[in-house]
């Protein structure tokens, strides 16, 4: 039944796109070849990071016992770092390339990634509060100034039209990261004996 109203709304969607004349999304927004590939840089970016923030909570919870107050304690420094960061790239981007900040954003959220592979229940809060800000870091550090870079060849006019389109494929890619990743978790858990 979901499957039949999403097919059914992505139809109606496409339907007003091509034919409306003054859609939601013009089609001829995407010969800007930045604001393409912005658009799949953000898709594939949220399936990855937005999949890491949603599997944590229940790793927390169910693998190391923690109660839910406590995991939010633990994850809660990932989100002022993310603020943090947001706001010193937007602050600092008029005196470093747009260049600078997506790449120092990548860097870090791989080495957060990379920090998280070696986990076990027996990780410390310390190790866990580290990860979350590198990773927090890494997101403020990677979206405000990608963002900024996906629209900078639109022209002015356009500009509020383009913004309005990346923001609904960034929040696909993040529903598509949430549940295929927790969906394979499910699957993985279920398989193990008790």
């Known amino acids: 039944m979901k499957a039949l109203i999403a097919g ?27 604001l393409t590939a912005g658009v799949i ?13 949603a599997l944590q909570p229940p790793y927390l919870q169910d693998l190391m016992n ?10 809660g420094p990932r989100g002022v770092e993310t ?7 937007a602050d600092s981007s008029e005196r470093l390339t747009h260049a600078c900040f997506p790449a120092i954003g ?34 403020g550090a990677l979206f405000v100034p990608m963002s900024a870079v996906t629209l900078s060849t639109l022209a002015s006019e356009d500009r509020a039209d383009g913004a309005s389109g990346l923001q609904p494929f960034a929040s696909l890619g ?21």
Do not use: K
């Not at 840089?41 to 923030?53: C, G, K, R």
């Open 106 to 139: 990548l860097g870090l959220s791989a080495w957060s990634f990379y920090i998280m592979t070696g986990w076990t229940p027996d990780v410390s809060e310390r190790e866990i509060i580290v990860a979350g800000l590198l990773q927090g870091a890494g997101f």
């Open 8 to 34: 059914s709304a992505f139809y109606l969607f496409l339907v007003h796109t091509f034919t409306a004349e003054r859609p939601f999304m013009r089609p001829s927004l995407f010969r800007d070849r930045n």
């Open 83 to 89: 603020m943090v960061a947001q706001w010193s790239s």
């Open 41 to 53: 840089f953000s898709v594939v970016a949220f399936i990855t990071l937005y999949a890491s923030l």
């Open 174 to 194: 993040s529903s598509i990261g949430i549940s295929a990743f927790h969906r394979a978790a499910d699957d993985q858990y279920r398989d193990q004996p008790c």
């Open 66 to 75: 923690y109660p839910v107050f406590t995991a939010g304690l633990v994850m």
